[in-house]
């Protein structure tokens, strides 16, 4: 045990040291500069339409870069993939395995991904007479959490085996394997110029990734529990994290630390996920207690809430134009808001 | 992955990340988050879910006129 002691007294060293480091910094925080700067206003969103026709638990969902099409998953065993300007349902992709966790669509807006508890991302063509399986990704030895296209033939997955990895459509293999966290990864964000992505997980870290040479280039502590949810600020400058701590928090990348804390003592549930406004001001933030709360991610305070799902709201997302904001739900539907 | 390694194992591991984020360059945040509140100000303005969206430029609002005959 002589060794591990020695190399433990190490690693507590180096913390101390990148913790002086960034307190050396520490001059203030986003909340404190951001106390001139004038409220945003109470955020009044409309339930504008409510997308019926999953039978099961919504785990996932993903706009289409096209701003109106959407990719959700269910439990039901189903991908659909939505007009939402209509409302209808334009593609189903029946899945081999129920037990999905995550579905996204490529920026192409001809493949699906989607995968969970059967450990593998499977990815499907739309855009032919009738959805067809393209490639199954089977490497992971956990399950599948998230799920993002870089393009038609690469993507990064996020698993419970506490990697992430960048797959070759291609060739159907691993091309790069991101190995740092210690808990299951849970989500996964890529910047907006698209040379780093940042995951979260279970090890209540969140880390910056090199997505071509595979490092891990910084590590985001001070949740104390479960990263669920992630998502890059626009000006990509910031991480948004959210936790099963029931808080989430702005961490500066090149202050590499947390500059903003969203947390309310009334809130005693986990939150689910998060989802940005085209500038990053308002946050939308997901919960275990069946709301959505919506932050102003500056000055730190709540601005407003979505209630009406009957269950937990278990993903967001605003689509690239920033027209407006979709949950979905435990209780099987999704709905747009603006 | 992190689960088949011994404690060891991972203790190495996590000791190397942290002697590569030792040397991070870290810029004061009173600088860098500025920028980025900043960035958010000047976007605020073009931000749709802030502003609100014009009934005839939003197309999820329901069509005018038309009833519900039953």
């Known amino acids: 045990m002589g060794e591990m002691d020695t190399l433990k007294k190490e690693a507590d060293g180096l913390k101390a040291q990148i913790e002086a480091g960034r307190k050396a910094v520490n001059d203030t925080t986003m909340a404190t500069l951001a106390s001139g700067v004038a409220a945003a206003p109470r955020v009044q969103l409309k339930n504008r339409k409510t997308l019926k026709g999953h039978l099961a638990k919504i785990y996932g969902l993903h706009w289409s870069a096209d701003n109106r099409h959407m990719v959700s998953a269910s439990q039901d065993g189903k991908l659909l993939i939505w007009d939402t300007y209509t409302g209808n349902k334009v593609y189903a992709v029946p899945l081999k395995s129920s037990w999905v966790m995550s579905c996204s669509m490529a920026p192409s807006g001809n493949l699906v991904a989607s995968g969970g508890l059967d450990n593998m991302c499977t990815i499907a063509n739309i855009k032919g007479a009738s959805p067809k399986t393209l490639r199954e990704l089977d490497a992971h030895e956990g399950y599948l959490s998230h799920s993002r296209f870089l393009n038609d033939s690469e993507i990064l997955t996020a698993s419970g085996d506490t990697t992430c990895c960048l797959w070759d459509l291609e060739t159907g293999k691993q091309k790069v394997i991101y190995k740092s966290h210690v808990g299951d990864c849970m989500c996964l964000a890529v910047s907006p110029d698209q040379n780093t992505f940042i995951s979260g997980a279970c090890d209540s870290s969140a880390k910056l990734w090199d997505i071509r040479d595979g490092g891990c280039k910084q590590t985001f502590i001070g949740h104390t529990s479960d990263i669920n949810a992630i998502a890059f600020y626009p000006s990509g400058t910031a991480v948004i994290t959210g936790s099963d701590d029931c808080t989430l928090k702005m961490y500066d990348l090149r202050a590499d630390q947390e500059v903003n804390g969203y947390q309310d003592a009334a809130l005693n549930a986990g939150v689910t996920s998060v989802s940005l406004s085209s500038s990053g001001r308002l946050i939308f933030a997901g919960y275990d207690n069946f709301n959505c709360n919506i932050w102003d991610s500056l000055k730190a305070e709540k601005v407003g809430v979505l209630s009406g799902h009957d269950n937990r709201v278990s993903c967001i997302g605003v689509p690239d134009d920033g027209l407006g904001v979709c949950t979905g739900s435990w209780d099987s539907f999704l709905k747009i808001w603006n | ?70």
Request: proline share 7%; net charge negative.
């Open chain 2, 1 to 70: 992955m992190a689960r088949d390694m011994s404690d060891i194992d991972i203790l190495k591991m996590e000791l190397e990340q942290l002697k590569k984020e030792v040397s991070t360059p870290r810029e004061p945040v009173s600088k860098t988050s500025k920028e980025t509140m900043d960035w958010c100000e000047a976007a605020s303005g073009t931000d749709l879910l802030i502003t609100g969206v014009p009934d005839d430029k939003n197309p999820y609002k329901p069509e005018k006129g038309g009833c519900i005959i039953t």
